[in-house]
T-cell receptor, first 109, second 116 residues
């Protein structure tokens, strides 16, 4: 069974707008990671945030983590058509990653 | 290309047949993971190796599934007596042990299995 729940399940926005995806989880974690998956392809690691961190940036990505609420958010600023993909949060306790069901993001030109 | 590779990329088989998938991790990575992903869902953990030792197996890994990493390099995942419910994308990932802070896993392109 999957630990994370992502919200929304699908998101469609215009190119140039910002996209925000949320992730909630149930148990204590070592870190939380976000991955992107293009249709039918493997996963690409985007960013890792440790349990003692609250915010992290990488290029157009901003991730927040609230361990008291067991939630995280991923913000993609100035979206581009190439950002169209599924985005998954994954929590890591010891070794394995536990994924959410993902958010399907569509960027309309 | 020095990323994680998987072979084959696609496999179609008839119910009851055995199939074997191969994963070649990034060369210096000592951990290797197998996940399964069905349509519209996130990946689910199956098993992982540290070097040649299989350290954890999910309850999803029934006795029809077996994974090996004989020399601590490539790994194979075998499914015996396949069932239609085994149809999924099988993903392999590798990582390097870090002393703290968790580890980023690098994923291969996956093997898509269709059981008819």
């Amino acid at each position: 069974s999957q630990q994370g729940e992502e919200d929304p399940q699908a998101l469609s926005i215009q190119e140039g707008e910002n996209a925000t995806m949320n992730c909630s989880y149930k148990t204590s974690i070592n870190n939380l990671q976000w991955y992107r998956q293009n249709s039918g392809r493997g996963l690409v690691h985007l960013i890792l945030i440790r349990s003692n961190e609250r915010e992290k940036h990488s290029g157009r990505l901003r991730v927040t983590l609230d361990t008291s609420k067991k939630s995280s958010s991923l913000l993609i600023t100035a979206s581009r058509a190439a950002d169209t993909a599924s985005y998954f949060c994954a929590t890591q306790g010891a070794q394995k990653l536990v994924f959410g069901q993902g958010t399907r993001l569509t960027i309309n030109p | 290309d020095t990323g994680v590779s998987q072979d084959p990329r696609h496999k179609i088989t008839k119910r009851g047949q055995n199939v074997t998938f191969r994963c070649d991790p990034i060369s210096e990575h000592n951990r290797l993971y197998w996940y399964r992903q069905t349509l519209g869902q996130g990946p689910e953990f199956l098993t992982y190796f540290q070097n040649e030792a299989q350290l954890e197996k999910s309850r999803l890994l029934s006795d029809r599934f077996s994974a090996e990493r004989p020399k601590g390099s490539f790994s194979t995942l075998e499914i015996q007596r396949t069932e239609q419910g085994d149809s999924a994308m099988y993903l392999c990932a590798s990582s390097l042990i870090r002393t703290s802070g968790g580890n980023e896993q690098f994923f291969g392109p996956g093997t898509r299995l269709t059981v008819l």
